[in-house]
T-cell receptor, first 112, second 114 residues
């Protein structure tokens, strides 16, 4: 499974869009990009996933580059409650739950 | 729709004791996976259950065990607790055992072993 690279930390002003990048240059054609986040001492929360098209849901938007080697998670209007560690992972269709690992992620701090 | 529910949220035990943690998956989800999360080791897979059968097991000693009931609720047990078992234990469920990647996690049970 492809490895991902994310910045260690980022800050974003409250009310602004938070753009979190992720590199996955070795992604295979059938692997999806998933984003989760984990607020301190809580369980991880699924945010969004995509294959090659841009995706949007009530929480965020996911922009995947045409070559699929990188993606960006966008939180359109960040609030203080969005302060969390954000994890980008790549999973194939037959990826077992036993292989799930989160890495170090990006620690996003929303500044009032 | 209720999310994944884990109980208890916090507990403190002493070395040598045993502990049972409970997980109720999202209604309709038949697959339940358990993970241990620590600052040093990150997220580590314990086991996965589907339709009351253990489908996969991580690299943990036999002191760690689990089971799933006919209503998909799951429990995990840790016997003869050690200090190193202190961690956040996470339960996650997904739909019909398919590896869609959309795992839904509970809030976790934070275990402290003294």
């Amino acid at each position: 499974d492809a490895k991902t690279t994310q910045p260690t930390s980022m800050d974003c002003a409250e009310g602004r869009a938070a753009n979190l990048p992720c590199n996955h240059s070795t992604i295979s054609g059938n692997e999806y990009v998933y984003w989760y986040r984990q607020i301190h001492s809580q369980g991880p929360q699924y945010i969004i996933h995509g294959l090659k098209n841009n995706e949007t849901n009530e929480m965020a938007s996911l922009i995947i580059t045409e070559d699929r080697k990188s993606s960006t998670l966008i939180l359109p209007h960040a609030t203080l409650r969005d302060t969390a560690v954000y994890y980008c992972i790549v999973r194939g269709p037959n990826f077992g739950n036993e292989k799930l690992t989160f890495g170090t992620g990006t620690r996003l701090t929303i500044i009032p | 729709k209720a999310g994944v529910t884990q109980t208890p949220r916090y507990l403190i035990k002493t070395r040598g004791q045993q502990v049972t943690l409970s997980c109720s998956p999202i209604s309709g989800h038949r697959s339940v996976s358990w993970y241990q999360q620590t600052p040093g080791q990150g997220l580590q897979f314990l086991f996965e259950y589907f339709s009351e059968t253990q489908r996969n097991k991580g690299n943990f000693p036999g002191r760690f065990s689990g089971r799933q009931f006919s209503n998909s609720r799951s429990e995990m047990n840790v016997s003869t607790l050690e200090l190193g078992d202190s961690a956040l234990y996470l339960c996650a469920s997904n739909l019909q055992g398919e590896n869609t990647g959309e795992l839904f996690f509970g809030e976790g049970s934070r275990l402290t072993v003294l």
